[in-house]
C-alpha cells in the first residue's frame, strides 16, 4: 500500500513541475551518450529503449574532449560545431569565449587583459548571436542583449554548443549563431566523484599575478535514483592593458564635393594651413588630429560562483531537476592616462605638415594659455561588479511510450549598479610652453615639449620635476549607470512517437519570456558639474593639499612595442582623494562670485539616457523529424509574438554657454516622460536534411527564417546632446520602440566525412539574406531648435538589407601515435545597402582561422593553437562617407604542457597570446589614421589539480 501511495505521489508531482512550465534547456541529467541530439533544448531520445541502454561517456583529456564535439556535431539535427569539458570541473580555456574561439566560424573581442568577452558567429557580430545556459536565455549587465562572457567562469560550463542553422524547436532570436551553454550532470559518471585545482598565473609584460581555486564534486545515491552535483569558483588577479587612441577622434574639414560631410567637425575652426581664414579647395577635407591619449589600465578582477544541480530519477518515467547558478564578477578597472588636445583654432598651430590629406605636424608655440598645448593627466575608473544569477526546475514526464512531456521554469537576473561611480577626470599643465606633434606609422604620435623655464616635457615628467602647482583643475565627469535585467521563462515541450509516413517523432511546444531592463544614468554632465571646476573656475591643483598626486607611473614594458618619442613616465593622482580635497576646498571665494560647493558638481539621475523596457514574447512550434532508408531530416514552424514597452525621457535645450575655447555648458527644460509600445510577429519556418552516403561521408542540408531581436538600449527612445560640453554639436537618439527585428532568409549545405575514429573533414557554404538591418543615420547640421547653432543628428535606422555568404573548412585528425591536428577557415562576403548607398556590414570579419597541433599519450598532453582574425569594419562612416573605423587582424597563441602525476594528481603549464600580438584600430586602415591600440602581454598559467 505504502509503495503504490509512493508512486502515485512521485507520479503527481513528476506532472505538476512538467505542467508548471517549458522546457527551456537539455533534458535534465541525459547521458552523456545522447547529449549529441540535446542541442540545448532538450531533445529527448528517439524512443526510451535507447535511452535506458545508453552507457555514460567519461570526457577527460583533449583527445576525449575533441572526440565527443565530433559525436555530437555528427549526431546533431542541423549544422552545429561543439566542444566539451576535458574533464569533470575543467574547461579547455579559463574563459568560455576563449575555447569557443577555436570552432569554426567563431571570432572573439577582448576586453582588459586580453580576456574574451563577447562573441561573434559566421562573422556577424554580438548583437547577432543569442546565449542560452541549458536553453535558458542569460540576462546581461550591458545596455543591449549580447552576453559578456567574463562574468561566468569557464569551471562551471560543461560543454558549448554553436548552433549555426535553425531548427522549429529552437528558441529564437539568433541570425548569426545559438550558443547553449550546458552544465554537467551528476549521472554523467554516476558514483562519486571530486576535483579541486589551484591556479596561478604571471603576464610578462606587466609584471602582475593571479590565483584561483576551484573545486567541483559529484555523486549519486540511492540506487542511482538522486544525484547531486556542486562546484565553487573563487579568483583573484590582476592584469594591466596598455593603450592609446583617440578621445575627442579626428577633426576633418568641410568638404562641398562630399554630401555626407558638407558641415564637417572642424569646431575649433577650418584648419588652415595657409592662415587666409578662407577654406580653400586644397584644404576640403583635411583631416588632423583632435585629442589623443596614451596610458594603462589596472584592473583587479575577481569572480566568485557557486553552481549546484539536483536531479532525482524516481522511475524510469520521471525525471525532476532543479538547478541553480550565482556568480560575481567585480573588476574594478583605473585607467593612468596622458592625454593631448591639440584641436586646431586659428593661431594655435605653426609650421604644419601635410600628407595626402592628412596633417601629420605642427608646433603649437601661441602664448595664450588657451591656445598653447596643455598636457593634461587623464584618470578614468570604470566600477563593474556584476551578479548574474540562473534558477531553473525542470521535470520530465513519459506519459505514455508514445508521449513524453518536459516542462522548465527559470528566472535569470543581472545586476550591475555604477551609477555615479565610475570617473573621467582631467587635470591640466598650465605652464608656458613650445610644442611639436609629428604622426607616424604608431599608435601614438611623437610628443614634444619644451617649457619656458627649461624644463623637458619627457625628461622633467621621468625626473619628478613637475609637481601638482604645475597643474590646474579642469574637466571632472563623474558616472556610470546602474543595469537590472531580470528574465522570467518558461515552456512546455512534447515529443510524440508517430512511426508512419517517414514521421518519427512530432515535437511540439509552447515558450514565453517576460523581460524587464532598466537602466539609470547617474553623472554630471546635464548640469554642468563636469566642468564646474574648468576654465575660469580652475583651482591650482597646489592649492587642494592632500597629496592630490600620489605617486609616478613607470610602468614595466610600458609601450616597448610602440615606436614612437613620447612620455613614457606619467604622474598620476587618486580620484577619490581628488574629490575629497575638491569638498575640502568649500567656501573658498570662487571667480565671478559666491564659493566653490562641490555639490553643485556631484552626479545626479541622467533621465536623458535612462529607460525602461519591457519585453513578453511568446511563441509555439511543431517540428516533425523524419527519417528514410539512408536519410533523416526534420521540417517545422515556429510562431512568435512579441510585445514591447520603452520608456525614456527628453528635454529640450534652452541655451548654450561658452566657457572657453572647446567648453561650453547647455541649460535644458525640465525632462518629460515618452512612452512608446510596439509589437511584432514572426512566422520562421524551418527544414533540415541530411543524406547519408555511407556511414561516414553524409551530405547536411538546411534552410530557414531567422530574426534577432533589436538590442535593448536601440528600443528606447533615448537621446543625448553631451559632446555639447566639449564643443562638438552632435544630437544622439539612442533608438526607438519601432525598430524591427533583423531577419534573415538563410541557406546552409555541409558535407562531412567522419574518415576515422574522431576524426572529421568538413566543407559547407552558407548564406544570410538579412533584413531591417540595424544601422545609424547620418544627419549634418540640422537645426534642433537651439538658436546660434546647427547640430550633426544621429539615430538607429532599420537599413534596407544585406547579404551574407561565406565558406567554412575544417579537419580534425588523431594518429596512433598520439599526435593530432585541428583546423578550421572561415570566409565570407558580406554587403548591405540602406537607400542607394552600399556599405560594409559593421562587426564582420571576412576571415577567420586556426591551427591547432597537439600530443597526447599516457600521461603527458600538450599542444598549442593559433586562431587568426582579420580586419574588419567596426563602425562606418565616422568622417564622412567610405572613412570606416575598423579593427586590424590579430593572431592569438596559446600552448597547454600537462602531466598526470598519478590517478588522483596532474599538473598543468599553459601560455596565452604567445606572439604578444596586439589589438589595433584604425581609419581605413591607414597607420596614420590610428584609432585605437590595445596591449596584453603574454601570460602563463601554472595549475595543480586533485581528483577522488
Given at each position: 500500500?505504502?509503495?503504490?501511495?509512493?508512486?502515485?505521489?512521485?507520479?503527481?508531482?513528476?506532472?505538476?513541475?512538467?505542467?508548471?512550465?517549458?522546457?527551456?534547456?537539455?533534458?535534465?541529467?541525459?547521458?552523456?551518450?545522447?547529449?549529441?541530439?540535446?542541442?540545448?533544448?532538450g531533445?529527448?531520445?528517439?524512443?526510451?529503449?535507447?535511452?535506458?541502454?545508453?552507457?555514460?561517456?567519461?570526457?577527460?583529456?583533449?583527445?576525449?574532449?575533441?572526440?565527443?564535439?565530433?559525436?555530437?556535431?555528427?549526431?546533431?539535427?542541423?549544422?552545429?560545431?561543439?566542444?566539451?569539458?576535458?574533464?569533470?570541473?575543467?574547461?579547455?580555456?579559463?574563459?568560455?569565449?576563449?575555447?569557443?574561439?577555436?570552432?569554426?566560424?567563431?571570432?572573439?573581442?577582448?576586453?582588459?587583459?586580453?580576456?574574451?568577452?563577447?562573441?561573434?558567429?559566421?562573422?556577424?557580430?554580438?548583437?547577432?548571436?543569442l546565449?542560452?545556459?541549458?536553453?535558458?536565455?542569460?540576462?546581461?549587465?550591458?545596455?543591449?542583449?549580447?552576453?559578456?562572457?567574463?562574468?561566468?567562469?569557464?569551471?562551471?560550463?560543461?560543454?558549448?554548443?554553436v548552433?549555426?542553422?535553425?531548427?522549429?524547436?529552437?528558441?529564437e532570436?539568433?541570425?548569426?549563431?545559438?550558443?547553449?551553454?550546458?552544465?554537467?550532470?551528476?549521472?554523467?559518471?554516476?558514483?562519486?566523484?571530486?576535483?579541486?585545482?589551484?591556479?596561478?598565473?604571471?603576464?610578462?609584460?606587466?609584471?602582475?599575478?593571479g590565483?584561483?581555486?576551484?573545486?567541483?564534486?559529484?555523486?549519486?545515491?540511492?540506487?542511482?535514483?538522486?544525484g547531486?552535483?556542486?562546484?565553487?569558483?573563487?579568483?583573484?588577479?590582476?592584469?594591466?592593458?596598455?593603450?592609446?587612441?583617440?578621445?575627442?577622434?579626428?577633426?576633418?574639414?568641410?568638404?562641398?564635393?562630399?554630401?555626407?560631410?558638407?558641415?564637417?567637425?572642424?569646431?575649433?575652426g577650418?584648419?588652415?594651413?595657409?592662415?587666409?581664414?578662407?577654406?580653400?579647395?586644397?584644404?576640403y577635407?583635411?583631416?588632423?588630429?583632435?585629442?589623443?591619449?596614451v596610458?594603462?589600465?589596472?584592473?583587479?578582477?575577481?569572480?566568485?560562483?557557486?553552481?549546484?544541480k539536483?536531479?532525482?530519477?524516481?522511475?524510469?518515467?520521471?525525471?525532476?531537476?532543479?538547478?541553480?547558478?550565482?556568480?560575481?564578477?567585480?573588476?574594478?578597472?583605473?585607467?593612468?592616462?596622458?592625454?593631448?588636445?591639440?584641436?586646431?583654432?586659428?593661431?594655435?598651430?605653426?609650421?604644419?605638415?601635410?600628407?595626402?590629406?592628412?596633417?601629420?605636424?605642427?608646433?603649437?608655440?601661441?602664448?595664450?594659455?588657451?591656445?598653447?598645448?596643455?598636457?593634461?593627466?587623464?584618470?578614468?575608473?570604470?566600477?563593474?561588479?556584476?551578479?548574474?544569477?540562473?534558477?531553473?526546475?525542470?521535470?520530465?514526464w513519459?506519459?505514455?511510450?508514445?508521449?513524453?512531456?518536459?516542462?522548465?521554469?527559470?528566472?535569470?537576473?543581472?545586476?550591475?549598479?555604477?551609477?555615479?561611480?565610475?570617473?573621467?577626470?582631467?587635470?591640466?599643465?598650465?605652464?608656458?610652453?613650445?610644442?611639436?606633434?609629428?604622426?607616424?606609422?604608431?599608435?601614438?604620435?611623437?610628443?614634444?615639449a619644451?617649457?619656458?623655464?627649461?624644463r623637458?616635457?619627457?625628461?622633467?615628467?621621468?625626473?619628478?620635476?613637475?609637481?601638482?602647482?604645475?597643474?590646474?583643475?579642469h574637466?571632472?565627469?563623474?558616472?556610470?549607470?546602474?543595469?537590472?535585467?531580470?528574465?522570467?521563462?518558461?515552456?512546455?515541450?512534447?515529443?510524440?512517437?508517430?512511426?508512419?509516413?517517414?514521421?518519427?517523432?512530432l515535437?511540439?511546444?509552447?515558450?514565453?519570456?517576460?523581460?524587464?531592463?532598466?537602466?539609470?544614468?547617474?553623472?554630471?554632465?546635464?548640469?554642468?558639474?563636469?566642468?564646474?571646476?574648468?576654465?575660469?573656475?580652475?583651482?591650482?591643483?597646489?592649492?587642494?593639499?592632500?597629496?592630490?598626486?600620489?605617486?609616478?607611473?613607470?610602468l614595466?614594458?610600458?609601450?616597448?612595442?610602440?615606436?614612437?618619442n613620447?612620455?613614457?613616465?606619467?604622474?598620476?593622482?587618486?580620484?577619490?582623494?581628488?574629490?575629497?580635497?575638491?569638498?575640502?576646498?568649500?567656501?573658498?571665494?570662487?571667480?565671478?562670485g559666491?564659493?566653490?560647493?562641490?555639490?553643485?558638481?556631484?552626479?545626479?539621475?541622467?533621465?536623458?539616457?535612462?529607460?525602461?523596457?519591457?519585453?513578453?514574447?511568446?511563441?509555439?512550434?511543431?517540428?516533425?523529424?523524419?527519417?528514410?532508408?539512408?536519410?533523416n531530416?526534420?521540417?517545422?514552424?515556429?510562431?512568435?509574438?512579441?510585445?514591447?514597452t520603452?520608456?525614456?525621457?527628453?528635454?529640450?535645450?534652452?541655451?548654450?554657454?561658452?566657457?572657453?575655447?572647446?567648453?561650453?555648458?547647455?541649460?535644458?527644460?525640465?525632462?518629460?516622460?515618452?512612452?512608446?509600445?510596439g509589437?511584432?510577429?514572426?512566422?520562421?519556418?524551418?527544414?533540415?536534411f541530411?543524406?547519408?552516403?555511407?556511414?561516414?561521408?553524409?551530405?547536411?542540408?538546411?534552410?530557414?527564417?531567422?530574426?534577432?531581436?533589436?538590442?535593448?538600449?536601440?528600443?528606447?527612445?533615448?537621446?543625448?546632446?553631451?559632446?555639447?560640453?566639449?564643443?562638438?554639436?552632435?544630437?544622439?537618439?539612442?533608438?526607438?520602440?519601432?525598430?524591427?527585428?533583423?531577419?534573415?532568409?538563410?541557406?546552409?549545405?555541409?558535407?562531412?566525412?567522419?574518415?576515422?575514429?574522431?576524426?572529421?573533414?568538413?566543407?559547407?557554404?552558407?548564406?544570410?539574406?538579412?533584413?531591417?538591418?540595424?544601422?545609424?543615420?547620418?544627419?549634418?547640421?540640422?537645426?534642433?531648435?537651439?538658436?546660434?547653432?546647427?547640430?550633426?543628428?544621429?539615430?538607429?535606422?532599420?537599413?534596407?538589407?544585406?547579404?551574407?555568404?561565406?565558406?567554412?573548412?575544417?579537419?580534425?585528425?588523431?594518429?596512433d601515435?598520439?599526435?593530432?591536428?585541428?583546423?578550421?577557415?572561415t570566409?565570407?562576403?558580406?554587403r548591405?545597402?540602406?537607400?542607394?548607398?552600399?556599405?560594409?556590414?559593421?562587426?564582420?570579419?571576412?576571415?577567420?582561422?586556426?591551427?591547432?597541433?597537439?600530443?597526447?599519450?599516457?600521461?603527458?598532453?600538450?599542444?598549442?593553437?593559433?586562431?587568426?582574425?582579420?580586419?574588419?569594419?567596426?563602425?562606418?562612416?565616422?568622417?564622412?562617407?567610405?572613412?570606416?573605423?575598423?579593427?586590424?587582424?590579430?593572431?592569438?597563441?596559446?600552448?597547454?604542457?600537462?602531466?598526470?602525476?598519478?590517478?588522483?594528481?596532474?599538473?598543468?603549464?599553459?601560455?596565452?597570446?604567445?606572439l604578444?600580438?596586439?589589438?589595433?584600430?584604425?581609419?581605413?586602415?591607414?597607420?596614420?589614421?590610428?584609432?585605437?591600440?590595445?596591449?596584453?602581454?603574454?601570460?602563463?598559467?601554472?595549475?595543480?589539480?586533485?581528483?577522488?
Amino acid at each position: 500500500m505504502k509503495t503504490a501511495c509512493l508512486h502515485r505521489n512521485t507520479l503527481f508531482f513528476g506532472i505538476a513541475l512538467a505542467l508548471l512550465g517549458p522546457h527551456t534547456g537539455h533534458a535534465q541529467g541525459q547521458s552523456a551518450g545522447s547529449e549529441a541530439g540535446e542541442q540545448g533544448q532538450g531533445r529527448q531520445a528517439e524512443d526510451q529503449d535507447a535511452l535506458e541502454t545508453l552507457d555514460a561517456v567519461v570526457v577527460t583529456g583533449v583527445r576525449g574532449s575533441l572526440a565527443r564535439s565530433v559525436d555530437l556535431k555528427r549526431d546533431a539535427g542541423t549544422v552545429q560545431d561543439s566542444i566539451s569539458a576535458l574533464e569533470l570541473g575543467k574547461f579547455p580555456d579559463d574563459n568560455v569565449a576563449d575555447s569557443l574561439s577555436h570552432i569554426t566560424g567563431v571570432a572573439i573581442s577582448r576586453t582588459a587583459g586580453g580576456e574574451g568577452q563577447k562573441v561573434s558567429v559566421r562573422g556577424l557580430g554580438p548583437e547577432y548571436t543569442l546565449t542560452t545556459f541549458n536553453g535558458r536565455i542569460l540576462a546581461t549587465d550591458g545596455a543591449g542583449r549580447d552576453f559578456a562572457y567574463d562574468v561566468l567562469p569557464a569551471d562551471v560550463i560543461s560543454g558549448a554548443d554553436v548552433i549555426k542553422g535553425a531548427q522549429a524547436a529552437l528558441t529564437e532570436g539568433a541570425v548569426g549563431g545559438l550558443i547553449n551553454l550546458r552544465s554537467a550532470s551528476p549521472f554523467d559518471q554516476p558514483g562519486q566523484h571530486g576535483i579541486v585545482r589551484l591556479e596561478g598565473d604571471r603576464n610578462t609584460m606587466s609584471e602582475l599575478d593571479g590565483k584561483k581555486f576551484s573545486a567541483a564534486y559529484s555523486n549519486t545515491f540511492a540506487g542511482d535514483t538522486l544525484g547531486v552535483l556542486l562546484g565553487a569558483v573563487y579568483g583573484k588577479r590582476e592584469d594591466r592593458t596598455d593603450i592609446a587612441g583617440n578621445d575627442g577622434g579626428w577633426t576633418r574639414n568641410p568638404d562641398p564635393n562630399d554630401p555626407s560631410w558638407l558641415w564637417g567637425n572642424a569646431w575649433g575652426g577650418n584648419i588652415d594651413p595657409n592662415g587666409n581664414g578662407e577654406l580653400d579647395p586644397d584644404e576640403y577635407g583635411l583631416i588632423a588630429p583632435g585629442q589623443f591619449r596614451v596610458g594603462s589600465i589596472l584592473e583587479e578582477k575577481k569572480r566568485r560562483a557557486l553552481s549546484g544541480k539536483i536531479e532525482w530519477r524516481p522511475s524510469d518515467n520521471v525525471r525532476i531537476v532543479v538547478d541553480g547558478l550565482k556568480t560575481r564578477l567585480d573588476s574594478p578597472q583605473v585607467g593612468y592616462q596622458q592625454s593631448f588636445y591639440p584641436l586646431f583654432a586659428p593661431g594655435r598651430w605653426s609650421d604644419i605638415a601635410v600628407q595626402d590629406g592628412i596633417v601629420t605636424g605642427f608646433t603649437m608655440d601661441n602664448p595664450d594659455p588657451e591656445l598653447r598645448l596643455n598636457p593634461e593627466l587623464l584618470n578614468t575608473t570604470t566600477h563593474r561588479v556584476v551578479d548574474t544569477d540562473l534558477y531553473g526546475v525542470n521535470g520530465e514526464w513519459k506519459v505514455t511510450p508514445d508521449l513524453t512531456l518536459v516542462g522548465d521554469l527559470y528566472r535569470s537576473t543581472s545586476r550591475r549598479y555604477s551609477g555615479g561611480q565610475d570617473t573621467y577626470v582631467v587635470l591640466r599643465m598650465n605652464q608656458p610652453n613650445v610644442a611639436r606633434i609629428d604622426l607616424g606609422d604608431a599608435a601614438v604620435p611623437n610628443v614634444s615639449a619644451e617649457f619656458g623655464d627649461g624644463r623637458d616635457l619627457s625628461e622633467g615628467l621621468a625626473n619628478g620635476q613637475f609637481t601638482a602647482s604645475d597643474f590646474n583643475t579642469h574637466y571632472m565627469e563623474l558616472l556610470g549607470d546602474d543595469i537590472e535585467d531580470e528574465i522570467t521563462g518558461g515552456s512546455l515541450d512534447g515529443d510524440l512517437f508517430v512511426g508512419k509516413f517517414a514521421i518519427d517523432h512530432l515535437r511540439f511546444g509552447l515558450a514565453g519570456t517576460d523581460r524587464k531592463k532598466s537602466r539609470d544614468l547617474v553623472n554630471n554632465t546635464l548640469n554642468g558639474g563636469a566642468d564646474y571646476y574648468s576654465g575660469d573656475y580652475a583651482i591650482n591643483v597646489g592649492a587642494l593639499g592632500g597629496d592630490v598626486l600620489s605617486h609616478t607611473l613607470a610602468l614595466p614594458n610600458f609601450m616597448s612595442g610602440v615606436g614612437a618619442n613620447f612620455p613614457r613616465t606619467f604622474l598620476a593622482f587618486d580620484v577619490p582623494n581628488y574629490l575629497a580635497q575638491l569638498r575640502a576646498y568649500d567656501q573658498n571665494p570662487r571667480p565671478g562670485g559666491g564659493v566653490y560647493d562641490f555639490s553643485q558638481a556631484a552626479p545626479a539621475w541622467n533621465p536623458l539616457e535612462s529607460y525602461r523596457v519591457s519585453e513578453k514574447t511568446t511563441a509555439a512550434y511543431l517540428q516533425a523529424n523524419l527519417s528514410g532508408e539512408r536519410w533523416n531530416g526534420d521540417i517545422g514552424v515556429r510562431l512568435v509574438k512579441t510585445r514591447t514597452t520603452a520608456e525614456a525621457w527628453d528635454a529640450r535645450i534652452i541655451s548654450i554657454t561658452e566657457n572657453g575655447p572647446f567648453n561650453y555648458t547647455a541649460r535644458y527644460a525640465e525632462p518629460t516622460p515618452i512612452q512608446q509600445e510596439g509589437d511584432y510577429t514572426f512566422v520562421l519556418p524551418s527544414a533540415n536534411f541530411i543524406w547519408h552516403f555511407t556511414d561516414e561521408l553524409q551530405l547536411r542540408l538546411g534552410a530557414a527564417k531567422t530574426m534577432a531581436r533589436p538590442p535593448v538600449d536601440k528600443l528606447a527612445p533615448t537621446n543625448t546632446t553631451a559632446s555639447v560640453s566639449w564643443g562638438e554639436f552632435t544630437q544622439i537618439y539612442g533608438g526607438n520602440v519601432d525598430l524591427q527585428p533583423y531577419s534573415a532568409r538563410q541557406g546552409d549545405a555541409s558535407l562531412e566525412w567522419y574518415f576515422d575514429e574522431d576524426s572529421i573533414l568538413n566543407v559547407a557554404v552558407f548564406y544570410k539574406r538579412i533584413e531591417n538591418q540595424i544601422t545609424t543615420s547620418w544627419e549634418p547640421g540640422q537645426d534642433i531648435g537651439v538658436p546660434g547653432y546647427l547640430f550633426n543628428v544621429t539615430r538607429p535606422i532599420n537599413g534596407d538589407y544585406a547579404k551574407v555568404r561565406g565558406i567554412e573548412a575544417g579537419l580534425q585528425h588523431f594518429w596512433d601515435n598520439g599526435f593530432g591536428v585541428r583546423a578550421q577557415y572561415t570566409r565570407n562576403w558580406s554587403r548591405s545597402w540602406v537607400g542607394d548607398e552600399e556599405r560594409p556590414l559593421e562587426g564582420i570579419a571576412p576571415a577567420t582561422y586556426s591551427l591547432g597541433l597537439m600530443y597526447e599519450k599516457g600521461p603527458w598532453s600538450l599542444g598549442a593553437t593559433a586562431d587568426h582574425t582579420d580586419g574588419f569594419v567596426t563602425a562606418i562612416n565616422v568622417l564622412g562617407e567610405g572613412y570606416n573605423e575598423q579593427a586590424d587582424a590579430i593572431t592569438w597563441l596559446t600552448a597547454h604542457l600537462s602531466y598526470r602525476i598519478s590517478d588522483m594528481f596532474s599538473v598543468s603549464l599553459e601560455g596565452r597570446n604567445l606572439l604578444d600580438d596586439e589589438q589595433t584600430y584604425s581609419i581605413n586602415g591607414n597607420p596614420l589614421l590610428s584609432q585605437g591600440y590595445y596591449r596584453y602581454g603574454r601570460s602563463f598559467n601554472l595549475g595543480l589539480s586533485m581528483r577522488f
